[in-house]
């Protein structure tokens, strides 16, 4: 089992950068495949970003490629949303999640563990 604690929410104006973090506790997050959703008020949850398990390979959702990327630190147990250029429409709680030995699916059914989420903020 791994807990997941997010964190490096913020607000902040439109076109801005923030990076997140994830800390897992307990097993290792190198044998999970990792993956942040988010999820905007009135909004279901949706995929943003992912990381395999094996092999780092990430996978994003078409609304962020380019402008967001995923990693992670095994050594420090975290991994890391780095988001740039940000939209207002970028704006919601972001979640952590994990699947053990997972290859980084887009579904957020595929995942078992989650942590709390930070919320982003993003104004014109």
């Known amino acids: 089992q791994v807990n997941l604690v997010e964190s490096g929410g913020g607000s902040v104006q439109a076109g801005a950068s923030l990076k997140l973090s994830c800390k897992g506790s307990g097993r290792a997050i190198r044998d999970y495949g990792m993956a942040w959703f988010r999820q905007a008020p009135g909004r279901e949850r949706e995929f943003v970003a992912s990381t395999r398990w094996s092999d780092n390979t990430p996978n994003y959702a078409d609304s962020v490629k380019g402008r967001f990327t995923i990693s992670r630190s095994n050594v420090e147990r975290t991994i890391y949303l780095q988001m740039n250029r940000l939209k207002p429409e970028d704006t919601a709680l972001y979640y952590c999640?994990?699947?053990?030995w997972g290859p980084g699916k887009s579904g957020e059914e595929d995942y078992e563990f989650w942590g709390q989420g930070t919320q982003v903020t993003v104004s014109s």
């Open positions: 999640a994990a699947e053990l």
